[in-house]
Structure formats: structure tokens, C-alpha cells
């Protein structure tokens, strides 16, 4: 993921409050994958939902691959429906999958040099 240097002013402006005040709580070091993390699920929840201000609906920060949302202030049924899933794309993107609630396994292949290889 690409390093930028405003990354909590941007939160500030566009989170929730308790995604911005969990990324000011965590060490500099993870911020960044942190702070895209939540970004690009949220871009991929917009998505799948339609047009929401980012700072009206709140996803946890807490594990690494998967996020949950905790509270969507357009339509509070929407808690407990969605699954969000984090990719990892190389080592400068990450990509988000956001769907209705299933219990599917999710696999994640990238073509490399020597062959295809990569799982989530």
C-alpha cells in the first residue's frame, strides 16, 4: 500500500468517529494498512449498498482479513447482512470483496512469473 502522510486528516473528514478514534490509537507503524483497510471496504460497502456518506455507517478495525460493520445509520437492518473480505494484490494494493451474508470460502489467485499461486 502506498504511504501518504495525511492519512488520519483524510479519516478525520470521512470515517465514523470510532473508525478515526481507533486509528489514532494505533501505532504509526500499522496505521496505514489500517486506515486502507477500512477505506476500501467501505469504498466496496458503498458499492454494494449505494450511494452513503462514509462517516454514516462504522466497521470494526479489529482483525487483519475481515472487517464487520457495527452500525449503519441509513439502515440499521443492514448489521450482521454483509460480508467483507480484505485482498491482499501485491505488496502496494489491497482490494475489498463486500457481499450479502454467506458462508462461502473465498479464494484469492494472482499470476506470478513462475505460475499461479495465492490463496486467502
Known amino acids: 500500500m502506498r504511504p501518504a502522510t495525511d492519512l488520519l486528516e483524510v479519516a478525520w473528514q470521512q470515517f465514523a468517529w470510532p473508525e478515526y478514534e481507533r486509528l489514532l490509537h494505533l501505532p504509526e507503524s500499522i496505521r496505514p494498512e489500517a486506515f486502507y483497510a477500512i477505506w476500501t471496504c467501505k469504498e ?3 458499492k454494494a449498498r449505494g450511494i452513503i456518506p462514509f462517516y454514516r455507517f462504522v466497521l470494526s478495525t479489529g482483525a487483519a482479513k475481515t472487517l464487520a460493520l457495527l452500525s449503519d ?3 440499521p437492518r443492514q448489521i450482521g447482512q454483509w460480508s467483507f473480505s480484505l485482498l491482499q494484490v501485491g ?3 489491497c482490494a ?3 457481499t450479502p451474508k454467506a ?3 473465498l ?3 494472482s499470476l ?3 505460475g499461479i ?3 486467502l
Do not use: I, R
Request: proline share 4%; glycine share 4%.
Open 96 to 98: 475489498a470483496l463486500v
Open 91 to 93: 505488496t502496494s494494493w
Open 117 to 119: 499461486s495465492g490463496t
Open 44 to 46: 466496496a460497502y458503498v
Open 73 to 75: 445509520e441509513s439502515n
Open 112 to 114: 506470478v512469473s513462475q
Open 103 to 105: 458462508d462461502l470460502p
Open 107 to 109: 479464494k484469492c489467485w
